[in-house]
């Protein structure tokens, strides 16, 4: 089987919750495909269509949480690669994690939060419509290097900078880094917000993590 070939079969069984047909191939691809490409081009692409048909009706809730746990399984799998990846040890930290106020999306959260304590990030995961206020709170208990928060609402976008502004008036932000994501953002907004960084992907996040850490 070719690359493509397997990461085609990689996101297509993902997507079908095809346990068996998954993890067979992810352990054939582990030996031969780079990792942020099985995770980019197999999972990423793979957890698109889920969500695709999660909005066009064709999945409902069991079929997402589904997913995500099969998701969370391929991860695991892939524990061995995503700690070799883990060139500089001294860079790992702390980081707290968590959807924001009104939003209850966690596939994406949960992902990046596996990958990041798989190369050896202290994960604080506060879940999803997490208020501004237990954010703070967190920060000032924890002390993590790196607050991530995620939104896939535009409804709920606000939310991120109202955190921000709370950690300002609590003498906290220059205690974190901020990471966001979420498809409704962008590099732009994300500044535009007083956020440090924005990841494009759980791949990407992870990328920036380690980049705000350095």
Known sequence: MGENKMLKTIAESLANLNDELLKNTLRKAMKEILLKKIIREGLGKGMEIVGTRYESGDYFLSELIMAATLMNESMELLQPLLKHEAADKDAIGKTVIGTVEGDLHDIGKNLIGAMLESIGFEITDLGVDVTPEKFVETVRQVKPDILCMSTLLSATMDKIEETIKKLEENGLRDTVKVLVGG????????????????????????????????
Not at 188 to 201: K, N, P
């Open 183 to 214: 498809r409704c953002l962008n590099d732009q907004l994300a500044r535009d917000m007083g956020a440090d960084s924005y990841g494009d992907d759980a791949w990407d996040a992870v990328r920036k993590a380690r980049m705000l850490l350095s």
